[in-house]
């Protein structure tokens, strides 16, 4: 059964950066693509980034591109996500997920398996 756990949640101060990770166990990793959600209080959760099971390809956001990068290491079994100029509007929960998709993409319903989440929080 495929696990997936985020970490590096944490407070920051707006124009900063933050790098979050996730680690998945119990699965082959690169049969699956991986993405990040993120879910501010009073709000729907909604897409953040996406990579393709090879790594080959990324999506974003309109409101993250240019700002965050999704990498993933197959071999460790990581995907990280680098997040740059950091804005207050960026201040969620933010949610890793594994898809048996090529892709992931933008769809929630794409991803079977989710983590438990970390918070980012980011000051003015």
């Known amino acids: 059964q495929v696990r997936v756990v985020e970490s590096g949640g944490d407070v920051v101060q707006a124009g900063g950066s933050l790098r979050l990770s996730c680690t998945v166990s119990g699965g082959t990793f690169s049969h699956l693509a991986m993405g990040w959600f993120r879910q501010a209080p009073g709000q729907e959760r909604s897409f953040v980034a996406s990579i393709s099971r090879s790594g080959y390809t990324a999506q974003y956001a309109d409101d993250v591109e240019g700002r965050f990068t999704i990498s993933r290491d197959n071999n460790a079994a990581t995907v990280t996500i680098e997040m740059d100029g950091l804005k207050p509007e960026d201040s969620a929960v933010y949610y890793c997920?594994?898809?048996?998709?090529?892709?992931?993409?933008?769809?929630?319903?794409?991803?079977?398996?989710w983590g438990p989440g970390t918070q980012v929080t980011v000051s003015s």
């Open positions: 997920a594994a898809s048996n998709t090529v892709y992931g993409g933008m769809r929630s319903e794409n991803y079977s398996t």
